[in-house]
C-alpha cells in the first residue's frame, strides 16, 4: 500500500483564498482524522471521520474550516477564507482503530 | 482541562546509552497511551502501544512504562544510536468513539556519536 496519500504538499496562496487540502486514506482503514501542527501548539486533532461519519469536530478553529468525507478513499479540508494564522503543516491520518495511527507526508500551508 | 507534559527541554545523551522521555498526563483518564516518532518535514509514525492495564511493553531495543497512578509513562530507548534522533511523541487515548485523542508536545532527542 502506498500508505496515506496527500496533496498538494506544499499551498502558498494569499489572505482570503480558499484553500482545500486532500487526503486519500489507507485502504481498508476506518477512521480519518485531520491535524494541524504548528511550533506553538504542538499537535491539534482537528476533526475525525469513522466509517466517513464526522465524530468529533470540536478541534476546528472556526467556521471558516470545514472537512467532509464523501467516500472511503477521500477526504478534504477547506479553509475560507484563509487567514495568516492558519498557516501550519496539516497532517491526515488514517487507522484500522483509533489508535495505531498512519501519518501523511502532510501539506505546509503558507497564507501571506 | 487535559493536559499532556513531556520533557520540557531536549535530551542530548551519548550513543550507546539509553535515553529516558518522560510523558505526565493531568485530567484525564486513558485506556490507551502511544509513543510516535516524528523525523523533521515528516509525519509522525507510530511506535508502541500500551493499555491502561499494561505496566510495561518492549519491542526490541525499546521499552515503554505506565503508570497510572503516577500518571506517568516513561519511553526507553537502550543502546541509543544516532538515527534515534527525532522528536517523539506520547499520546493518550480514551475507551469510547467520542474521546479525544491528544498529543504531547514532544521531546526532541540528539543522540551524540
Known amino acids: 500500500d502506498a500508505g496515506v496519500i496527500q496533496s498538494p504538499r506544499h499551498e502558498v496562496t494569499e489572505m482570503g483564498q480558499e484553500v482545500t487540502l486532500r487526503c486519500k486514506p489507507i485502504s481498508g482503514h476506518d477512521y480519518l482524522f485531520w491535524y494541524r501542527q504548528t511550533m506553538m501548539r504542538g499537535l491539534e486533532l482537528l476533526i475525525y471521520?469513522?466509517?466517513?461519519?464526522?465524530?468529533?469536530d470540536s478541534g476546528m478553529p472556526e467556521d471558516r474550516f470545514s472537512a467532509k468525507m464523501p467516500n472511503a478513499s477521500f477526504s478534504t479540508l477547506k479553509i475560507q477564507p484563509s487567514e495568516p494564522r492558519d498557516s501550519a503543516v496539516y497532517f491526515c491520518a488514517s487507522s484500522l482503530r483509533r489508535y495505531k495511527q498512519f501519518f501523511g507526508p502532510g501539506t505546509r500551508l503558507t497564507v501571506l | 482541562s487535559q493536559k499532556i507534559e513531556q520533557n520540557s527541554e531536549a535530551l542530548n545523551i551519548q550513543e550507546g546509552k539509553t535515553a529516558t522521555l518522560t510523558c505526565n498526563y493531568t485530567?484525564?483518564?486513558?485506556?490507551?497511551l502511544q509513543w510516535y516518532r516524528q523525523d523533521p518535514g515528516r509525519g509522525p509514525v507510530f511506535l508502541l502501544l500500551?493499555?491502561?492495564?499494561?505496566k510495561e511493553k518492549r519491542k526490541e531495543r525499546l521499552k515503554v512504562t505506565f503508570d497510572t497512578t503516577l500518571k506517568q509513562s516513561l519511553f526507553h530507548i537502550t543502546a541509543s544510536q544516532p538515527a534515534d534522533s527525532a522528536t517523539y511523541l506520547c499520546a493518550l487515548e480514551g475507551e469510547t468513539s467520542y474521546d479525544k485523542v491528544i498529543f504531547g508536545p514532544g521531546t526532541s532527542l540528539s543522540v551524540i556519536p
Open positions: 500500551i493499555r491502561e492495564n499494561e
Open positions: 485530567n484525564y483518564s486513558p485506556a490507551y
Open positions: 471521520f469513522n466509517n466517513n461519519v464526522p465524530i468529533d
